[in-house]
């Protein structure tokens, strides 16, 4: 089992910039990898980044050199580094760990971007 937290979030103008963070506990030594996914009202929940146990990347095309991910591992918490945010960021995100095959979800968080 993995448990996330997650923080960040809010309402921000387009332009602006927010940080989510994702801790994990519990069986955390088994993490293959740790990333962010967003839903927004009447859409499918899409995968924004990732990170792999080896440091290795990956961005949905319409958040590419304006969203940067990372980790810490000693504590196994990941960031999300949101800057030029526009109001198609608007959604609910949610933190994402790949163990062993399982998947497991944060609560989620809202972030709104005005115009």
């Known amino acids: 089992q993995v448990q996330l937290v997650e923080s960040g979030g809010g309402l921000v103008q387009a332009g602006g910039s927010l940080r989510l963070s994702c801790a994990a506990s519990g069986n955390i030594f088994r993490i293959y990898a740790m990333g962010w996914y967003r839903q927004a009202p009447g859409k499918q929940r899409e995968l924004v980044a990732q990170?792999?146990?080896?440091?290795?990347?990956k961005y949905v095309d319409s958040v590419k050199g304006r969203f940067t991910i990372s980790r810490n591992s000693a504590n196994y918490t990941a960031y999300l580094q949101m800057n030029s945010l526009k109001p198609e960021d608007t959604a609910v995100y949610y933190c994402?760990?790949?163990?062993?095959?399982?998947?497991?979800w944060g609560q989620g968080t809202q972030v709104t971007v005005s115009s």
């Open positions: 994402n760990v790949e163990v062993a095959g399982s998947d497991y």
């Open positions: 990170i792999t146990r080896g440091g290795s990347t």
